[in-house]
């Protein structure tokens, strides 16, 4: 097929439509319950009082807002595929934003920026605080400022809100790659993305991943428990063909998400027994790197360590093969070149898992 015959074909599978709406639209349709935010996204965009403020300013000047993506569902309510933060910002200043358990959040309050210093404590309307309340004027300035809405119709393809979500929050981005599937796996199956949550959140997996802070705050651990799925089992055939893994995980990730014969039940027990054995085993050392010099494990969590020993021991014990000596055999890795010429820095992931994949599972498999 030539380049323009894929041109034709792909944008009929993408139908749009878009038009300017006025803040009040904008609020109308949030209170009628016509527009789907994905509260459960406000613990992924980070943006501060300040970048809020700065939001604010810019419609009282006139300065043009980028438009608002939005996915029309069959229902005919409208997804929030791109611009979450900036209606969050607006119905946040107005008041009337609530988080995911339907309650009010506490409206926003302003800071004086460069041009517009008297914003200073200002905020929509308060009866109790009139003179630092806007005024009807600067309300009506709000109120008929304009955004523009580009709307992916429901007859398009059904997963191109998806593509263009991934799209406009990657790159750029203040997510990190796993916060975005997060966003992605709400608006796609929303149950999955609970049930991957409890994953991460068994205490087995935690004590032996023992990530700090702001790896948890990015939804790493999410990732990780989403990779030992996607991974542990992976047929050793698809290992020369991942390409770039990010894009692999995450369209993986998505096939997963909608497999009405994906077995939850039977993932988590692999899951939990995997982990529960390590933490018997190694604990907080699981993932740590081994000195055989010094003969004890130091240092913070290594990926290539996990996907190692975690995935060797899943696969394994998904085959029903006994796994035992797990402490001596992640000591044993660090001595064997097969790892540790595939595990330094500088090796991407593309060519580091077909490698250390098979390795792992070869290490762990008791039937040797």
Known sequence: MSLENEVSEK?????????????????????????????EFQRFFRWSDVQKTNLIESILLGIPIPPVFVSQRKDGIWDVVDGLQRLSTIYQFMGVLKDENSNNIRPLTLSGTKYLPSLEGKFWNNPEDPDNSFSQELRLIIKRSKINVSIILKES??????????????????????????????????????????LASYSAFQECVALSDRPIQESYDLELALRFIIFSCIDASELDQLGDVGIFITERMRSIAIDPDFDQADWESLFKRTFDLLQNSLAEESFKRYSIEKQKFTGGFLLSQYEVIAYGIGYNIKAGNPVHDVKAKAESIWSDNRYTDWSGSGITATRRLPRILPFGREVFNGSN
């Not at 809100?161 to 796996?185: A, H, M, W």
């Open 11 to 39: 944008r009929k599978e993408i139908r749009t439509d878009g038009y300017a709406m006025s803040l009040s639209e904008w609020v109308s349709l949030y209170e009628s319950k016509e527009i789907d935010i994905h509260p």
């Open 157 to 198: 393809d059904e997963t191109a809100k998806y593509d263009l979500f991934q799209r406009l929050n990657t790159g750029g981005s203040d997510l990190s790659p796993q916060e975005v599937r997060n966003c992605i796996l709400v608006m796609l199956n929303k149950e999955f993305y609970t049930w991957l949550q409890s």
